[in-house]
T-cell receptor
Framework: DAKTTQPNSMESNEEEPVHLPCNHS???????IHWYRQLPSQGPEYVIH???SNVNNRMASLAIAEDRKSSTLILHRATLRDAAVYYC??????????????FGKGTKLSVKP | ETGVTQSPTHLIKTRGQQVTLRCSSQ?????VSWYQQALGQGPQFIFQ???????GRGNFPPRFSGLQFPNYSSELNVNALELDDSALYLC?????????????FGPGTRLTVL
């Protein structure tokens, strides 16, 4: 299985940028890097994904290292609502299923007012 | 557009019983995946259904089974419940089983086995 390594927890101040790191040294050439987050008492929600190039959307930016062995999720201005567990996931063909997500423990982000 | 819904919200069963959890996928989605999330852990993939056929399975025993119906809603059945089956069960729907499609999760069913 493709695996990722993330810090267990991080803290941020409200309205400041947050950089959430993820290491995935065993990534293969066809693995997509996905980020999901899970707010308290909710199911996970999609944040962003990428393959090789940096990506931006309304929620966040994803910076992918040139060798693809690491990536960083960037929240440009953290709000209290961004307090959640953030999961970095390598999405790959697995056991014949192309659609499942393999979650780790993620990074618990706390945002201080 | 209706999101992913799951029922029931909470459920309490005793060891050895059987349980059925239900999931209605988002409109237009033909793929449903089920996950088990123990307290303090990330979700673990159970299986996926694509157009009514099982399309991949995680490391779960056969007493975990599922169905997908023609309207793409789905059921998760667990037989011979064990204490360790206590968890949040999440379903997620998507359009196709590709590795780049976004999965939309429901709020989950909290199962407690006593």
């Amino acid at each position: 299985d493709a695996k990722t390594t993330q810090p267990n927890s991080m803290e941020s101040n409200e309205e400041e940028p947050v950089h959430l790191p993820c290491n995935h040294s065993t990534i293969s050439g066809t693995d997509y890097i996905h980020w999901y987050r899970q707010l308290p008492s909710q199911g996970p929600e999609y944040v962003i994904h990428g393959l090789t190039s940096n990506v931006n959307n309304r929620m966040a930016s994803l910076a992918i290292a040139e060798d693809r062995k690491s990536s960083t999720l960037i929240l440009h201005r953290a709000t209290l609502r961004d307090a959640a567990v953030y999961y970095c996931i390598l999405r790959t063909n697995y056991g014949g299923s192309q659609g499942n997500l393999i979650f780790g423990k993620g990074t618990k982000l706390s945002v201080k007012p | 557009e209706t999101g992913v819904t799951q029922s029931p919200t909470h459920l309490i069963k005793t060891r050895g019983q059987q349980v059925t959890l239900r999931c209605s996928s988002q409109s237009g989605h033909n793929t449903v995946s089920w996950y088990q999330q123990a307290l303090g852990q990330g979700p673990q993939f159970i299986f996926q259904y694509y157009r009514e056929e099982e399309n991949g399975r995680g490391n779960f025993p056969p007493r975990f089974s599922g169905l997908q119906f023609p309207n793409y809603s789905s059921e998760l059945n667990v037989n011979a419940l064990e204490l360790d089956d206590s968890a949040l069960y999440l379903c997620a729907s998507s359009l196709g089983g590709t590795i780049w499609n976004e999965q939309f999760f429901g709020p989950g069913t909290r199962l407690t086995v006593l």
